[in-house]
C-alpha cells in the first residue's frame, strides 16, 4: 500500500511539472492532474510518504498560481478574497482598539453610532448599483456588448455620486433643522460623518465593478485594507500633533480615509479599463439597470439593518458610553 501510494504521488508530481504530457479538452485549458491520495497517506511510517504529499500539494499549488486557466484564475481570486478578508479582519479588530483606547467608551461610542449611519446610508444611497454590476458585468463581456459595459462602468459611479450627494444634501439639512432635538454631542460628528457617504457610495460601486470584472485586488483591497489603514494612521497623526481624541476627530480622520480610498480605488479602476477595455462609445441603459438592482438592494437594505439595528436602538434610548462598550464587546 505504502508504495503503490508513493508511486501515485510521484506520478502526479510528474505530471504537473512543465513539458509532462497531458491531453487537454477541446477549447480549453490543461488540467492539472488530481492528486489520488488515499486517507492514510499521512499516517504513513516512513518519511517518503510525507514528503511525496508534500511534493505534490506544492507542485499543484505552484500549477494553480503559474497557469492562466479559467479554474486556475478563479482560485486565485478566491485565495485573495478570503486572504484580504481575513487582513481586514485583523486591521479592524486593531483599529476599533486604538480608537477605543484612545477616546474612551463615551466618545467612541458617539463615533460608533455615527458611523453606524454612515454604512446604512451609504450602503443604500447607490440604489443597489454595486450587486447589480456583479451580475451585469460578467453578462455583457459574454456578450461582447463592450457598449453597454463601458456605459454600465461610468454610469453606475455617476449615479452613486449624484444619489448619494443627494442623499448627504438631505441629511445635512435635517440636522441643520432638526439638531434642536439632538443631543448636542451628536451634532458635529454627524454633519461631519455625511460628507462621507459620497465616497464611501462610490467605492460600494467600485467594489461591484471590480468584481464583475474579476479585477478583484482592485475592489477589495481598498475599502477592506486600505481605507481602515488610512483611518488608524489619520488617527495615529491627529494624536501625534496633539487633537484632541474625540467622536468629531474620529469622524475628521474617516472623510480623509474613505475619499482617499474611493479616489485612489477610482484611479486604479479606469487605469484597468484602459489595458482591457477598447475604448469606443458607450450605452446607458439606467431602467434596465434599476430593474435589476432595486430588488437587489432591498436584500442589502435587510441584511444593513440586521447586522446595525441593535447599535442604533442602544444609541436612542442609552448613553454613548453604552453604546461604545456594547459595540466593543
Not at 446610508?121 to 456578450?143: D, K, M
Not at 448636542?184 to 460601486?205: E, G, Q, W
Not at 494624536?239 to 474625540?246: E, F, I, K, R
Not at 430593474?291 to 444609541?315: F, H, M, R
Request: glycine share 8%; with cysteine.
Amino acid at each position: 500500500m505504502k508504495s503503490a501510494t508513493v508511486h501515485r504521488l510521484h506520478a502526479n508530481v510528474a505530471a504537473s511539472q512543465p513539458g509532462a504530457e497531458q491531453t487537454p479538452v477541446s477549447g480549453s485549458a490543461p488540467e492539472p492532474a488530481a492528486l489520488a491520495v488515499p486517507d492514510d497517506a499521512l499516517a504513513g511510517t516512513g518519511a517518503t510518504g510525507l514528503r511525496g504529499f508534500l511534493a505534490a500539494m506544492l507542485a499543484q499549488t505552484q500549477y494553480m498560481f503559474s497557469s492562466d486557466g479559467e479554474r486556475e484564475k478563479t482560485q486565485r481570486d478566491a485565495i485573495l478574497a478570503f486572504a484580504v478578508r481575513v487582513l481586514s479582519a485583523g486591521l479592524l479588530y486593531l483599529s476599533q482598539i486604538v480608537l477605543a483606547r484612545w477616546m474612551g467608551s463615551f466618545e467612541y461610542g458617539i463615533y460608533v453610532a455615527v458611523w453606524t449611519w454612515v454604512l446604512i446610508l451609504g450602503g443604500l444611497a447607490h440604489f443597489g448599483l454595486n450587486t447589480a454590476s456583479i451580475r451585469l458585468a460578467p453578462e455583457y463581456r459574454e456578450t461582447q456588448d463592450f457598449e453597454a459595459l463601458r456605459g454600465l462602468i461610468r454610469g453606475a459611479r455617476l449615479a452613486a455620486l449624484a444619489s448619494s450627494t443627494a442623499v448627504m444634501l438631505i441629511g445635512l439639512g435635517g440636522v441643520y433643522f432638526l439638531q434642536a432635538k439632538i443631543e448636542s454631542h451628536f451634532v458635529l460628528p454627524v454633519y461631519l460623518a455625511l460628507f462621507c457617504i459620497p465616497l464611501y457610495a462610490l467605492t460600494d460601486v467600485q467594489d461591484g465593478i471590480g468584481r464583475g470584472n474579476a479585477w478583484m485586488g482592485v475592489a477589495l483591497i481598498p475599502p477592506y485594507v486600505l481605507r481602515p489603514l488610512l483611518l488608524l494612521g489619520a488617527m495615529i497623526g491627529a494624536n501625534a500633533y496633539g487633537l484632541p481624541m474625540t467622536a468629531a476627530t474620529a469622524a475628521a480622520a474617516a472623510i480623509a480615509a474613505t475619499w482617499a480610498t474611493g479616489i485612489i480605488q477610482l484611479l486604479l479602476i479606469n487605469r484597468r479599463i484602459a489595458t482591457s477595455i477598447a475604448k469606443g462609445p458607450r450605452r446607458y441603459a439606467f431602467k434596465s439597470w434599476l430593474k435589476v438592482s432595486l430588488p437587489l438592494v432591498l436584500i442589502s437594505g435587510c441584511e444593513l439593518a440586521l447586522q446595525n439595528t441593535d447599535v442604533l436602538v442602544i444609541s436612542r434610548f442609552m448613553t454613548p458610553t453604552d453604546v461604545g462598550i456594547y459595540f466593543a464587546a
